[in-house]
């Protein structure tokens, strides 16, 4: 695949976990209260991870790029598409919601469908992004701009860090590890890792395996 950027690693992501629900939800046996109870924490997890890049992009990325010379018009564009995104997240959490409540095969099937459909509208923003802007990352990585965009980015808190990579590094490819480690010096990546990214290692990677 090749060099990509940090956004890049973080879509695979997404796309890793959208596959894994549907899967899931596909398996889904009626009255398994365990499995409504496991799904509903990497669900929970997988919510705040999305609306957060969203918000990171809307808030801190676009700022950058335009610097560097995206234009308004195709941020807007992006801009209208995380709004068709958030729409299709939020049917998304109301049904996940039902299956945690109620375990039934009906709450499954609701929320696959809806499912799916967060997952058509949010491959075709990601199929949409990557071509325009993954080429000016990989360009203007080093630049100023970028540069100062990454230290805004790691702005977070140790846990909520340590949670980030943890989910962005499961079941990533070595092209996509390398990309989030191209971020993060490999000490502090292994620290924040083994130390924050408890709960998502015992709370969320089971499920998937």
């Known amino acids: 695949m ?5 956004n890049k690693a973080i879509h695979a992501a997404v796309r890793r976990d959208l596959g ?5 939800l596909r398996k889904f046996k009626d009255g398994d209260r365990e499995r409504a109870d496991q799904l509903a924490a990497a669900w929970e997890n997988f919510d705040e991870q999305l609306t957060r890049h969203h918000q990171g992009e809307h808030e801190t990325a676009w700022p950058a790029l335009e610097q560097v ?3 308004r018009d195709l941020l807007a564009q992006l801009d209208a598409e995380h709004d068709t995104m958030a729409k299709a997240l939020a049917a998304a959490r109301t049904t996940m919601g039902g299956v945690h409540t109620f375990a039934s095969a009906a709450d499954a099937e609701a929320a696959l469908g809806a499912m799916q459909e967060l997952q058509r509208v949010t491959v075709e923003h990601f199929e949409h992004e990557e071509a325009e802007i993954e080429p000016v990352y990989l360009a203007k990585k080093d630049s100023p701009e970028m540069k100062a965009m990454g230290r805004e980015f790691a702005k977070v808190g140790p846990v909520q860090g340590g949670t980030f990579f943890a989910w962005a590094l499961d079941g990533a ?5 390398a990309a989030i480690a191209d971020t993060v010096p490999k000490p502090v990546l292994v620290v924040i890792t083994g130390l924050f990214g408890r709960t998502y290692r015992k709370a969320v990677a089971p499920v998937w395996k």
């Open 173 to 177: 490819t070595s092209d996509e590890s």
């Open 69 to 71: 010379g995206v234009s």
């Open 2 to 6: 090749g060099e990509m950027s940090m």
């Open 20 to 24: 894994r629900f549907i899967d899931a």
